[in-house]
């Protein structure tokens, strides 16, 4: 086998699984989470305080947050393949020529950031764990008590999340090994293999 059907193949294996993961997290979401606003009941059963609570639980549905994850992760690959598909760019120019490399891996890096600042947001908004039973704060409704509200699949979204909270674990792993991949063959790898 050559070194560059490797190559192709790992670097094809990267990009594929990288956006296959994003993807099924996306739908996935609404398999697990459906509309989850239906679902979600509190003790008064008033359906404006049920909607209140379920706010405050969820300032953002997961389903968005995930929609727009997916399309803030992937624009800089897009940028850059756009960029190398303008200036005709392949895979070997990014190894030769030091500004592709370093746009590339920038790119990464971006991608790199960007995963994580989406894995901070998501343990921010979601936790590690989904709790069967959320207590809301009412009073702001001029309701003088604290609200019992029961969460729809409780243990099915926090292995969900656990699930996702891994897959961005692996993305940015791989992200780590291109750049360190692409720094090696730049560095030790001969031009003309």
Same mark, same amino acid.
């Given at each position: 086998?050559?070194l560059?059907? +490797?190559? /192709?193949?790992?670097e094809g294996c ?8 994003q993807?099924y997290e996306?739908?996935l979401?609404? *398999?697990v989470y459906? /509309?989850?606003a239906l679902?979600?009941s509190c003790d008064?059963?008033?359906r404006?305080? /049920?909607?209140?609570?379920y706010n405050q639980f969820?300032?953002?549905t ?7 994850? $997916?399309?803030i992760? =992937? ?8 960029y190398a *598909?303008?200036?005709?760019? /392949?895979q070997e120019?990014?190894?030769q020529?030091p ?9 990464v890096l971006l991608?790199i950031s =960007?995963e994580?600042? *989406? ?8 936790g590690f764990?989904?709790?069967?039973l959320? $207590?809301?704060?009412?009073?702001f409704?001029?309701?003088n008590?604290i609200v019992?509200c029961?969460?729809?699949e409780?243990f099915e979204k926090t292995i969900?999340? +656990? ?9 940015m792993?791989?992200?780590?090994a291109d +750049?360190?991949?692409?720094?090696f063959r730049? =560095?030790?790898?001969p031009f003309?293999?």
């Amino acid at each position: 086998m050559s070194l560059n059907y +490797i190559k /192709n193949f790992y670097e094809g294996c990267v990009s594929i699984i990288q956006t296959k993961k994003q993807l099924y997290e996306y739908f996935l979401s609404f *398999a697990v989470y459906g /509309n989850e606003a239906l679902h979600f009941s509190c003790d008064t059963d008033k359906r404006e305080i /049920n909607l209140f609570c379920y706010n405050q639980f969820r300032p953002i549905t997961p389903q968005v947050f995930w929609a727009l994850q $997916l399309v803030i992760v =992937l624009v800089p690959g897009a940028i850059f393949h756009l960029y190398a *598909a303008c200036k005709s760019i /392949n895979q070997e120019c990014i190894l030769q020529k030091p500004i592709c490399t370093v746009i590339y891996i920038l790119s990464v890096l971006l991608r790199i950031s =960007l995963e994580a600042v *989406a894995f901070w947001l998501q343990i921010y908004l979601f936790g590690f764990q989904v709790k069967s039973l959320y $207590l809301c704060d009412a009073r702001f409704l001029g309701e003088n008590m604290i609200v019992r509200c029961m969460v729809p699949e409780h243990f099915e979204k926090t292995i969900f999340l +656990i699930a996702l909270y891994t897959f961005t674990a692996i993305t940015m792993v791989l992200c780590v090994a291109d +750049i360190f991949e692409i720094i090696f063959r730049r =560095l030790y790898v001969p031009f003309g293999q």
